[in-house]
C-alpha cells in the first residue's frame, strides 16, 4: 500500500539544475524522516541528504549546491540540485525512515521504504 513515487529527472548540462520530486502515499508522511541517496554505474549506493522535522543533513560532495526540502501538506520531498557535474550522475532514490535515528542517517538499512529511482544525467 505504501509508495515513494520519485519525478524530476532527466538529461541536463554541466552547471544546470534540475528538482527531483518525491510524493508518499500510504502512510503518515510527518512521521517519516525523508532521505535521497544515489547510485552510480560501478558504485555502491550512497547517502545524499536527508531532512527530519526541520533539521537537514548533506554528503561532502552536495553540499552548498543541493537543498532538500518537504511541503508535508503535499506529502512530498524535493531535492533542488544546482551547479550539476557529471559526478552527479547516477540514479536517484528517495527513502522513509521511520525511527528518526539521526546517529546512522547515512546507512541504507536505516530506512523503511524506498521509491523506484529517478535517472539523472548530467552531460559535460
Known amino acids: 500500500q505504501v509508495q515513494l513515487i520519485e519525478s524530476g529527472g532527466g538529461l541536463v548540462q554541466a552547471g544546470g539544475s534540475l528538482r527531483l520530486s518525491c510524493t508518499m502515499s500510504g502512510r503518515t508522511f510527518t512521521n517519516y524522516a525523508m532521505g535521497w541517496f544515489r547510485q552510480a554505474p560501478g558504485k555502491e549506493r550512497e547517502f545524499v541528504a536527508r531532512i527530519s522535522r526541520s533539521s537537514t543533513y548533506y554528503t561532502d560532495s552536495v553540499a552548498g549546491r543541493f537543498t532538500i526540502s518537504r511541503d508535508n501538506g503535499a506529502n512530498t520531498v524535493y531535492l533542488q540540485m544546482n551547479m550539476l557535474t557529471p559526478k552527479d550522475t547516477a540514479v536517484y532514490f528517495c527513502?522513509?525512515?521511520?525511527?528518526?535515528?539521526?546517529?546512522?542517517?547515512?546507512?541504507?538499512?536505516?530506512?523503511?521504504?524506498w521509491g523506484q529511482g529517478t535517472q539523472v544525467t548530467v552531460s559535460s
Open positions: 527513502a522513509a525512515d521511520r525511527t528518526f535515528i539521526s546517529e546512522q542517517y547515512t546507512r541504507e538499512n536505516v530506512y523503511d521504504y
